[in-house]
């Protein structure tokens, strides 16, 4: 039996709300609701890829499995997308599940769909903010119409305000550098949450004396979430979290 992209989206519209799917991401009374955007952006090896696995791997494990079992369309518009990391990660929670409880296996209930695609434009930075602001409008109807919750990663570009005598200082960004959405602001004004992610480096010292420093990589989360009580005001409410990566995929600390 087929289905349409109507009928589709009319099913995901009948889907669980998304509140619970990381509670120590989001502020406030949690994550996203009905028609709502969660962006993740930042420089390039921040971690959003991992984070959005992350986000993945709560949508699509079973209830059993400490997951919230709902259906996910996934987009890959760069080929980014590694499904063996996904699939590793998804592996991983369904044994660390099997091994506390007796019950069956639930693979059967894992299921997604996924749709690579490449949006056109070019080098010409005209042409592609013409044509994301044709994509935030199809999406913003979207949104109202069917109530779905979308995720999307992009990246953000860097601008340096401290004029060119800041490059004689060190090489690693400063709080002089301010990090911006990358895309277009007709996609901007439809983001509720923004996940804003960084990189940095921790080091701990050695059990053993007179050995090297072992160094490991964690990771920092912004959100910044816009709620309204009413359609003319709007209060914005602010979270920090850090995480580490391991084979399992986020580990927040």
């Given at each position: 039996?087929?289905?349409?992209?109507?009928?589709?989206?009319?099913?995901?519209?009948?889907?669980?709300?998304?509140?619970?799917?990381?509670?120590?991401?989001?502020?406030?009374?949690?994550?996203?609701?009905?028609?709502?955007v969660v962006e993740l952006y930042g420089p390039e090896g921040t971690g959003k890829t991992e984070l959005l696995y992350h986000l993945l791997s709560r949508c699509?494990?079973?209830?059993?499995?400490?997951?919230?079992?709902?259906?996910?369309?996934?987009?890959?518009?760069?080929?980014?997308?590694?499904?063996?990391?996904?699939?590793?990660?998804?592996?991983?929670?369904?044994?660390?599940?099997?091994?506390?409880?007796?019950?069956?296996?639930?693979?059967?209930?894992?299921?997604?769909?996924?749709?690579?695609?490449?949006?056109?434009?070019?080098?010409?930075?005209?042409?592609?903010?013409?044509?994301?602001?044709?994509?935030?409008?199809?999406?913003?109807?979207?949104?109202?119409?069917?109530?779905?919750?979308?995720?999307?990663?992009?990246?953000?570009?860097?601008?340096?305000?401290?004029?060119?005598?800041?490059?004689?200082?060190?090489?690693?960004?400063?709080?002089?550098?301010?990090?911006?959405?990358?895309?277009?602001?007709?996609?901007?004004?439809?983001?509720?949450?923004?996940?804003?992610?960084?990189?940095?480096?921790?080091?701990?010292?050695?059990?053993?004396?007179?050995?090297?420093?072992?160094?490991?990589?964690?990771?920092?989360?912004?959100?910044?979430?816009?709620?309204?009580?009413?359609?003319?005001?709007?209060?914005?409410?602010?979270?920090?979290?850090?995480?580490?990566?391991?084979?399992?995929?986020?580990?927040?600390?």
């Amino acid at each position: 039996m087929t289905e349409s992209g109507a009928q589709l989206f009319a099913r995901l519209e009948a889907r669980r709300c998304l509140k619970d799917i990381e509670k120590k991401l989001f502020p406030g009374d949690g994550g996203p609701e009905h028609g709502e955007v969660v962006e993740l952006y930042g420089p390039e090896g921040t971690g959003k890829t991992e984070l959005l696995y992350h986000l993945l791997s709560r949508c699509l494990l079973p209830l059993s499995a400490g997951g919230l079992e709902v259906d996910v369309v996934f987009m890959d518009t760069d080929y980014s997308l590694d499904m063996l990391r996904l699939v590793s990660i998804l592996d991983s929670r369904l044994n660390a599940a099997r091994s506390s409880s007796s019950s069956g296996s639930d693979e059967e209930l894992i299921s997604a769909f996924y749709w690579p695609d490449r949006c056109e434009g070019g080098t010409s930075i005209t042409k592609q903010e013409e044509k994301l602001s044709k994509c935030a409008e199809l999406l913003g109807r979207l949104l109202r119409d069917y109530r779905i919750t979308v995720f999307a990663t992009c990246h953000a570009i860097r601008r340096n305000y401290s004029g060119p005598s800041s490059f004689s200082s060190s090489s690693s960004s400063s709080s002089s550098d301010i990090d911006r959405p990358y895309l277009c602001r007709p996609w901007q004004r439809l983001v509720t949450h923004r996940l804003l992610c960084s990189r940095q480096e921790t080091t701990n010292m050695a059990a053993n004396n007179n050995r090297e420093p072992k160094r490991h990589q964690m990771f920092t989360v912004h959100c910044t979430s816009s709620s309204s009580s009413s359609s003319s005001s709007k209060t914005k409410l602010y979270r920090s979290s850090s995480f580490c990566i391991t084979d399992a995929g986020v580990e927040f600390i």
